[in-house]
């Protein structure tokens, strides 16, 4: 639904309910709403004071403000019921920027406009996914055939996006359904540590999440239910895995080789989408005797169902994001959890991890015009571009030890002060679990209640390193055996492994593992890669988000951009485009060099965002604002054409 569709009528109706529902919302982002629909800059000023960042618990505003911001909305919207007439437009110019400054707590610089003035007004974006700029030839449409391989997040992007602009396409999934990586991942606790209302697509906005931060069941759902409104089921061939994909010079096609239920078979494409991701091959340490264990032992991203930990003595290997919520979900029901961690993470809380979305606000994000995307935007900049100053080095910073620049410092004190707060002063527990490297250089968690279950009675804080395992358990370097009836490897995945295990040859019978030597992925834009024409990655190399932000925001740049290049290739009458070598090279010594001073290169800092080389791979170097500026137009002298 964009704002447009918006019918307030029914509002007159029932007042009371339009009542109780704004009681439920959140005033600043009602504020908005207002300045939005009145033009009334006043409001700005009066509110501005008592925000001091995006999120509801960031807003201060004394309880009369607040029903004053109430009651003038609700007095604006019962007028626009009784009186129909075209809604306001969001603002632009200078009250757009004050009202972005005044939603995130902080000045927002002029380059987020015109982001914003997109994703504020869905209704602009053209409904079909892209613009043509003249009628293609029926015929060469309808011969145009596109592979997209995986239909997790990144595939239903594209697909939905092909459909829309009547190319026709075939998905592969190597899984029985949709959903991706929200399909795979199905152990206790896991979900997401993004806000469902931000890790969406723009243009599926999802009014009724029961939470906040919503579990994998939820989003698996959504997923399903995106794929389903779409009819994209009819185009997709389940069960079924890419071996290879071939380009041939002659032809200027790729030939597709995959294993299906039915056995292999081969299909022919003018263009390929890769969507496969980079965190769905799981990644088991090689820890001398993991064989030889007697009990089951099973990896987090590949869970099964009928593991059941409950009343044994589990030991949990990996203390990152799938481990961080994993251990609280296992803990109460386990008789002992034994967690291995080699090096700890830094820790925030949100005050809204566990809340649940009440109904009110439902009603008002799906009947109130304007707020969802107002919504949206505070969500952005709270878990994203507003975070991205912290990731810097100052090469002048006083203490580079523990942390990189000033806000870096203050995120860091104040991680510190809450570990302080739920675990003691005098907690023992402190050493072990305060990092030594400074923020930001690994992912950030979201306390899951992980100090809280620290402290538990039947939990171990295992930090000495692993020597080898043994039928009955662990055994650390000092030789201390660690008994465990069950081992849970939260170990992460070969993320360094772009693409594997297929192989994709390009022109001239290229391997592009050969290219990458395997493990230093690199490509434009983390989208084409010389060498292989009419190939597209998303979530290809440093597309990651290491600090914060939405793999569904950078999904849908990154389709947008595809769609422009194969509406060259298409009203071009072209049968193929490569990007040119200089072109592709100066984008990633330009990442490079970017990369080399922010917080993950830093000395005291191992992630698996670098390769064993040290270059960093995986992770954007930019803004969010900056990679959409980017991939929001094509630039055909970037690429040479074939045919």
């Not at 009784?82 to 939603?103: C, F, H, K, Q, Y």
């Not at 991942?185 to 209302?197: A, K, L, S």
Request: aromatic share 10%; with cysteine.
């Amino acid at each position: 639904m964009t704002d447009s569709d918006f019918d307030l009528r029914p509002l007159a109706a029932d007042p009371a309910r339009l009542r109780a529902a704004l009681d439920a919302a959140d005033p600043a982002t009602l504020m908005l709403v207002l300045v939005t629909l009145t033009g009334d800059a006043a409001w700005l000023d009066r509110a501005r004071p008592h925000i001091i960042g995006p999120s509801s618990y960031q807003e201060t505003m004394p309880e009369a403000l607040r029903a004053e911001i109430r009651a003038a909305l609700f007095d604006v919207l019962i007028d626009f019921a009784e009186n129909p007439r075209p809604l306001p437009a969001i603002p632009d110019g200078p009250l757009l920027v004050n009202m972005l400054s005044t939603a995130a707590g902080t000045p927002v610089p002029d380059d987020y406009v015109a982001m914003m003035q997109e994703d504020l007004r869905p209704a602009a974006i053209d409904p079909r996914g892209m613009v043509w700029r003249q009628l293609p030839d029926p015929a060469r449409l309808a011969a145009f055939h596109v592979v997209i391989i995986g239909a997790g997040v990144s595939g239903l992007c594209a697909a939905i996006r092909l459909q829309q602009a009547g190319i026709p396409f075939t998905i592969l999934e190597k899984n029985p359904t949709v959903g991706g990586t929200w399909f795979e991942n199905r152990y206790p606790g896991c979900g997401v540590d993004t806000p469902n209302h931000f890790y969406s697509y723009s243009f599926e906005p999802n009014h009724d999440w029961s939470h906040y931060f919503a579990k994998r069941d939820e989003l698996w759902n959504y997923l399903e239910t995106v794929a389903d409104r779409h009819d994209l089921r009819r185009r997709t061939r389940f069960g079924t895995e890419v071996a290879e994909c071939r380009f041939d010079d002659a032809s200027q096609r790729w030939t597709v080789t995959a294993r299906g239920p039915d056995g292999d078979f081969t299909l022919e494409a003018n263009a390929i989408i890769s969507a496969v991701g980079i965190l769905n091959r799981p990644k088991l340490p090689d820890i001398p005797g993991r064989e030889s264990f007697a009990g089951p032992a099973i990896h987090t991203g590949a869970w099964d169902e009928g593991f059941d930990w409950r009343g044994k003595r589990v030991a949990m290997i990996g203390t990152g994001a799938s481990g961080h919520q994993a251990g609280p979900a296992m803990q109460p029901e386990a008789a002992r959890l034994t967690i291995f961690q080699r090096s700890p993470h830094w820790v925030v809380p949100n005050p809204n991890y566990f809340g649940e979305v009440a109904d009110g606000k439902k009603w008002v994000l799906a009947h109130v015009p304007h707020y969802a995307r107002w919504y949206r935007f505070q969500l952005f900049w709270a878990f994203a571009d507003g975070l991205h100053p912290a990731l810097k080095i100052d090469p002048d910073w006083e203490d580079p030890a523990h942390s990189i620049n000033q806000q870096n410092h203050r995120h860091r004190l104040f991680m510190e002060r809450h570990m302080r707060r739920e675990l003691g002063e005098d907690s023992p527990l402190l050493a072990k679990v305060t990092p030594d490297y400074p923020p930001y250089g690994k992912r950030i968690l979201i306390d899951n209640d992980w100090f809280k279950m620290l402290q538990a009675p039947n939990v171990d804080l295992v930090t000495d390193g692993i020597d080898r395992i043994v039928p009955e358990g662990i055994v650390t370097v000092d030789g201390t055996l660690w008994p465990a009836d069950a081992i849970v490897f939260a170990t992460g995945f070969q993320a360094s492994k772009m693409l594997a295990p297929m192989r994709i040859i390009g022109s001239g019978g290229t391997d592009i593992h050969a290219v990458w030597k395997p493990d230093d992925a690199t490509a434009y834009l983390g989208t084409t890669m010389p060498g292989f024409p009419n190939f597209f990655m998303t979530m290809g190399p440093n597309t990651g988000l290491a600090h914060g932000g939405n793999v569904i925001f950078m999904t849908e740049c990154q389709v947008r951009y595809i769609l422009m290049a194969l509406r060259e290739l298409i009203e071009g009458g072209h049968d193929s485009l490569d990007v040119r070598p200089a072109v592709h090279d100066a984008y990633v010594a330009e990442v490079d060099r970017l990369h080399s001073g922010m917080v993950w290169s830093h000395g005291g800092v191992s992630n698996w965002y670098r390769n064993p080389a040290g270059r960093v791979f995986a992770v954007l170097p930019y803004r969010l604002v900056d990679y959409w500026r980017m991939t929001s137009h094509f630039e055909p002298a970037d690429y040479s054409f074939a045919g």
